[in-house]
């Protein structure tokens, strides 16, 4: 997939450059380049730098088995590189601004294999832009610009091997896989779904299967021999510790929804006591998973509905709580607060005479309104790629598998943040869909 850098190519790389730059000097005014987990992971890159210890807690104080796998260790070891030289955060996220441009640069050149005109350069720029979650993350001490890379590198081999029928790409996208599922775990569901996609497409095409049992299991191998090396670290058989609280942190949003902030607190209060009251770590694992199953299964068809239906806002969400967190206006403490300052709490409360109180002491919405209209045209135009026949169908398939994938697994805390990983290949297909309908009305005229 190569071709000949133009005069477009250089002015669509020098306008990406710009923005970045914006949001680079936007992160030195307002200096918020920290998230939640910021910490955990620095601490890991320098517990790897200073002791070669893959551990995201403070060694200073008794060591916790949950530390040992609560992060995946290569965006730390990806900062522990940095540090090797400098414990600059501001050099990290030069780094991450210069990934963030390739990531684009090479979604584009994606498209271009797939139908896409240079033409309309401009439309996939301001659908880019329109998406400030790219430039916060790539200045966000956070490992999700990093996820981006490996989802879209998958994605393009997946398309290259199945133009190709090459199984060298099929071994390509093993190894952009696994390096996705030590950035961040909400990969590990996945492995499941690569081997079976490759396995039926596989068998369309007739081939020997000793090669391709290879690809379609190298992934599920690296997952197994990773959970035998947590086992022998923890005394359990697991992939991230997060996995076992995942449930019930899930239903906790549902929780939060139907019986209100203060009960879901309690609620949530209760159930880590109930975990911590277990002293070794393989009961609290296991307690917290069974725990988390039963409650989901207890609450089954209301829960499934809620999570789906906070699943499908993941597309047109404008990341408002994103951007106030990058700004300043908001701190974590206020966004997990039990107290709803949202618009719809204040219409609730105010009604319409709420509404300009509100607006003005959330100047963000001045964006806010543009994107969520941008995120709609986006939908539209990743609904008409869907169903534009001029790509191959597979292809499309692969691309709307990604995305439900990534939706469906953020649930109920699908928000910018858990879509971004994907948020280029979708922007993409919208490209694609708008450019193509385009075309074809001034063919008509």
Known sequence: MSFRYSKKDRSFISALVLVHAVFFLLALHYTRIYMGDS????????????????????????????YMTQRQPLYPLFLSGVYLFSVNNWIVLVLQNLISIGNIVYARKLFLHLGFNRRYDWLLLLLVIASPSQFINANTIAPDILLQSFTLLYFGQFIALYKTRNLRHGWYMCLWLIAGLFVKPVLYPFVSI????????????????????????????????????????TGKSHFSSNQSFNAIYYFNAYYTATQGADSAAKFLANERADIDAFPEY?????????RGIALL?????????????????????PGKAEMDLFTGHLTYGGLYSKQSTG?????????????????????????????????????????????DRS????????????????????????????????????IGCATIGISSTLQKRLQVK
């Open 343 to 387: 618009l719809a709490t204040t219409m609730k409360e105010k009604g319409i005479s709420g509404l300009g109180s509100y607006l003005s002491a959330n100047r963000s919405m001045i964006f806010i309104i543009p994107i969520l209209l941008f995120n709609l045209l986006r939908l539209c135009g990743m609904v008409l790629f869907f169903f």
């Open 282 to 290: 393989k009961d609290r694992y296991d307690y917290a998973n069974n």
């Open 297 to 317: 299964k207890e609450h089954f068809a209301p829960y499934m509905l809620f999570h789906l239906k906070s699943a499908g806002r993941i597309f047109i969400d």
């Open 391 to 426: 790509i191959n169908k597979h292809i499309r398939l692969s691309a709307l598998l990604l995305l439900l994938y990534f939706a469906v697994i953020a649930g109920p805390i699908a928000n910018t943040r858990y879509f971004l990983p994907v948020s280029l290949i979708a």
């Open 194 to 233: 690569h081997f079976l996609t490759l396995f039926i497409l596989f068998l369309r095409w007739n081939i020997k299967m000793q090669r391709p049992l290879l690809i379609m299991s190298l992934p599920v191998c690296v997952v197994l021999c990773y959970n035998y090396s947590n086992e022998l670290r």
């Open 39 to 66: 910490y955990e992971y620095i601490y890991e890159a320098m517990n790897i730098k200073n002791l070669f210890f893959f551990y995201s807690g403070n060694p200073a104080m008794p060591i916790q088995p949950e």
